[in-house]
Nanobody
Framework: QVQLVESGGGLVQAGGSLRLSCGAS????????MGWYRQAPGKQRELVAV???????NAADFVKGRFTISRDNAKNTVYLQMASLKPEDTAVYYC???????????????WGQGTQVTVSS
């Protein structure tokens, strides 16, 4: 059973930093893209950033100069380093991965349970 487990969320003051981590486990043959999405109260889930095996694939405009996505393929883990946080960054952050599971040929999307990030003004 493939699982994505996030950690690192919490409460931080505006201007502060947080580092989110997400590890994938459970019968994994190959991981393609990994990334982060977020959902603020009353809003739709939106892309934060996605990274492939060769590097950054896509990132929202609000990421630029503040957030950095990276991954450790040996650990099946993706990170999101967030700096200069703003109150509007408050949301539940969801980890995402496109994974080929043991016994299958095609990748499917998996999601973590979400981790709350709250930025106070």
């Amino acid at each position: 059973q493939v699982q994505l487990v996030e950690s690192g969320g919490g409460l931080v003051q505006a201007g502060g930093s947080l580092r989110l981590s997400c590890g994938a486990s459970g019968g994994i043959v190959r991981i393609n893209d990994m990334g982060w999405y977020r959902q603020a109260p009353g809003k739709q889930r939106e892309l934060v950033a996605v990274i492939g095996n060769s590097g950054l694939r896509n990132a929202a405009d609000f990421v630029k100069g503040r957030f950095t996505i990276s991954r450790d393929n040996a650990k099946n883990t993706v990170y999101l380093q967030m700096a200069s946080l703003k109150p509007e960054d408050t949301a539940v952050y969801y980890c995402y991965a496109s994974i080929v599971k043991s016994g299958t040929f095609f990748p499917r999307d998996y999601w973590g349970q979400g981790t709350q990030v709250t930025v106070s003004s």
